[in-house]
């Protein structure tokens, strides 16, 4: 098994330093294909463009919604890395959208 | 041949007189027999009324009866709703809205401080790290002790939560989206208010209008 990387250069709108907005995370996860590669492949890379400035967590929710539901927080972080070279720390707004996720996934099946 | 009873009367007539008697009588028994079935018939007959008026009656009786205790069901289910929603939103304003207050206007103010930071026209690499990690920091510490106690009353009001979730994402987004963009000057006041402060007042008010608006 292989790594499957996803450029978000690849699907950030011209100009923009910034990744926002669920409808967003939602288009990207499909146009990414990264719920299909994520059982295909050993690892999903993600590549951040090195002159972003944030990613918001509620594009993160969307974006990775399925991933972190299938495989839980600690096997998530796991399976998916991040390349990131810019000055952007996405941490602590990975964990707050995987958190955020998990706890909507637990109030759905209360 | 027939022998009459006296010389007048011919033998012929004595069978005639004999006849209409026999008729006489037989009319006066069906007279009786007939008055006799017509007083069964209207005991009959008034006694099955009486019992049809008796029924209509009862049946009046029960349905306003039935009709009685529909209505006073009604009323005190509506009263023990009333008294269970009275009660749900005791518990959202004691257990999540009053200990949160604080939060939630502390979070406006140093939403709205941000502007003291934008202290040039255009902010370097280093400065916009440091406006986005400060926005990042407060949002999230904003959604984490605010936004999700209120995940909690979600189940008895879907919308509520998702609401002010989305006011709340929404104004991230925008404060994020403005604060690193080069094209505007917000360390100038007026520009700052126009584009942020505009935003920021405008959630809160969102935010305030779904809590008064929270009907569990």
């Known amino acids: 098994m292989s790594d499957y990387v996803i450029h978000l250069q690849d699907f950030r709108t011209e100009g923009s330093k910034v990744f926002t907005g669920r409808d967003r995370g939602r288009e990207v996860r499909e146009k990414s294909h990264i719920d299909f590669a994520v059982d295909k492949n050993q690892n ?35 399976k998916v890395k991040w390349n990131n070279s810019g000055r952007y720390q996405i941490t602590s707004d990975v964990v707050e959208a995987v958190d955020s996720i998990l706890r909507d996934n637990n109030a759905l099946t209360t | 041949m027939i022998e009459g009873c006296c010389s007048q009367c011919p033998a012929e007539s004595i069978g005639t007189a004999l006849t209409l008697s026999d008729a006489a009588d037989w009319a006066q028994v069906a007279i009786a027999v007939f008055n006799a079935i017509f007083a069964i018939y209207l005991f009959w007959f008034q006694n099955r009324q009486n019992k049809e008026a008796l029924k209509r009656e009862v049946d009046n009786t029960n349905a306003t009866l039935a009709r009685e205790r529909l209505f006073q069901a009604e009323t005190l289910r509506r009263e023990n709703d009333a008294k269970a929603k009275d009660i749900k939103l005791q518990w959202f304003k004691e257990l999540i809205l009053l200990p949160n207050i604080e939060t939630f206007n502390k979070f406006f103010e140093e939403l709205n401080d941000i502007q003291h930071v934008l202290i040039t026209p255009t902010l370097d690499d280093s400065q916009s790290a440091g406006i986005e990690k400060l926005v990042s920091e407060l949002f999230s510490k904003f959604k984490l002790n605010f936004l999700q106690p209120l995940q909690v009353i979600d189940a008895s009001n879907p919308n509520f939560f998702h609401d002010i979730r989305t006011i709340v994402e929404d104004l991230e987004d925008d404060v994020t989206r403005l604060v690193l963009d080069e094209t505007f000057v917000l360390n100038n006041s007026d520009e700052f208010y126009q584009n942020i402060g505009l935003r920021i007042s405008r959630a809160k008010n969102n935010i305030l209008i779904a809590i008064i608006k929270f009907d569990n």
Do not use: A, C, H, T
């Not at chain 1, 967590?57 to 972190?68: G, T």
């Open chain 1, 44 to 78: 999903i890379i993600i590549d951040i463009p090195q002159d972003i400035r944030s990613i918001n967590p509620s594009f993160l929710e969307e974006f990775l919604y399925n991933v972190v539901r299938k495989f839980g927080k600690e096997n998530f972080f796991k």
